[in-house]
Structure formats: C-alpha cells, structure tokens
C-alpha cells in the first residue's frame, strides 16, 4: 500500500495529471466540486446541482457517514450500478471493495471527513472466471450537511475495461490525498484546532470557543464563586408586639 500526500502549490504530481486523461470523469467533478468551494475549505451538500457535472453523472455518487469508517450510497450513477450488477443505493462504499481493501477504504472515508481532504484512489478489479483486466479510480471529496458536519462526500468512480457480466469488485492499489487546510502537525495549535492538531471544519470554530469560555464558567461556580457581603448595622425595620 502507498500513500502520497500532496500539498502546496509548488508541488506538481504526474501520475494524477496522467490519469487525468484515463479517467476524465474524476477530472471533472473535482474541478466542479471546487468551483462549488466559493473561498470555503469545504462546500455544502445543498450547493450541489446535478446539472453542473451532466458529463460525469453516471460515475458520480454522494456518500452520507453513518458510523466510523462506514459510508452508504445515497444517490449513484449507473455506472456503479453496472458494477455491482444491483442498485448500490443504501448499501456502504466498503461492500465494492475485496475484504483485504476495506480498511484501507473506511480509513479514507474518515481522512476525507476529520482533516478535511480530497483522496483519490487507484484501483485494480477483482480477477477470476469471466471477470478481465478492469483498472479505474475512486475520487472522495468531503461535503458539509446541513447541520455543518463534515459528513457527506460527493465522489467519482470511474473504471477501464471490460466489466462482465458479474459484480465486480476492487482492491486499492495506491492512495493519494490532499489537505484542504495544509499540514499543521508541527505548527502550534491555533484557536479552531484540536487536540490531536486536526483543523476543525468551517463552522465548529466558533462552536468551540463557545463551549470552552461555558466550561470555563461552569468550573468556576462549582469552585465556588465569592458570596455577597452580609449586611451590617442595625435593620431598616423592626417587629414590635404590643398588647392591646
């Protein structure tokens, strides 16, 4: 298994820009999910419009997170339809993959919706009777909900070959992620940044600060906050009792 992260404008990979021209279709919803991005790390689900990747709609899906590392189909295109000979709607991203793979897939899904970052995957078809050389690539980018989580990915698989006439399944091959928010690692943590140096999603900064300044309220009263002096001197008022 190989992993490449990719950061930096400088930096410039040639194997994605050679499988661009394999795998037009990732090409294009990346560029189309990053027009959607408007200045934001992450843009939300409710941005998306069919109409905008017409070319690519048949190899394009949107995963919603359920679980760690678990993902469902909630709409795909016929091409992965065609893949797994059955509709993939509501079924997990991980059930296209061979077992040995499924980790390796729920570790992206999780990459893809905590950093956030864009992953592409290449792939290699499950061979055996019937079933020839099938090559093709799996593209995640994450999408906000409506609620502000990270938990939705808007995807693209794209596959070369011949697929058979049995589902076909896929082992991966080779990862290549990029950080949408850079590599923070070894700078101090700013405000809007986890404990574990994971940048939280746009929208949960501010979330936090709140929750930190009521912790903070919150432990001082139970320590107990300084009580109001008692008043001294003789009382405004007395009771007198008289008998009649």
């Not at 419009?49 to 949107?62: H, K, Y």
Request: charged share 25%; proline share 8%.
């Amino acid at each position: 298994m190989k992993i490449d992260y990719v950061s930096g404008s400088n930096v410039v990979s040639l194997m994605p820009r050679r499988n661009e021209i394999i795998f037009p279709a990732l090409r294009d919803v990346e560029a189309y999910w990053d027009g959607l991005r408007n200045g934001r790390p992450v843009p939300a689900r409710a941005d998306i419009d069919p109409r905008g990747m017409q070319s690519s709609l048949e190899f394009a899906f949107i995963l919603e997170r359920i679980a760690p590392g678990v993902a469902r189909f909630r709409l795909a295109g016929m091409h992965l339809t065609d893949l797994m000979g059955m509709e993939v709607r509501g079924m997990p991203l991980t059930a296209m993959f061979v077992p040995e793979s499924r980790a390796q897939i729920s570790a992206a899904i999780e990459a893809v919706c905590d950093t956030p970052q864009i992953t592409t995957i290449t792939l290699k078809g499950e061979r055996g009777i019937g079933r020839g050389t099938l090559d093709a690539q799996l593209l995640l980018c994450p999408l906000k909900s409506d609620l502000g989580d990270v938990n939705r990915i808007l995807g693209c698989l794209q596959s070369k070959g011949d697929i058979g006439r049995q589902p076909r399944r896929f082992e991966a091959v080779e990862t290549v992620s990029r950080p949408l928010l850079g590599d923070v690692q070894d700078a101090p943590m700013p405000e809007g940044i986890t404990a574990k140096g994971n940048p939280i999603p746009q929208g949960f900064a501010e979330a936090r600060k709140a929750y930190l300044e009521q912790k903070t309220d919150t432990t001082t009263a139970a320590k107990g906050a300084p009580q109001a002096p008692r008043p001294t001197g003789k009382p405004a008022l007395r009771l007198v009792s008289t008998d009649d």
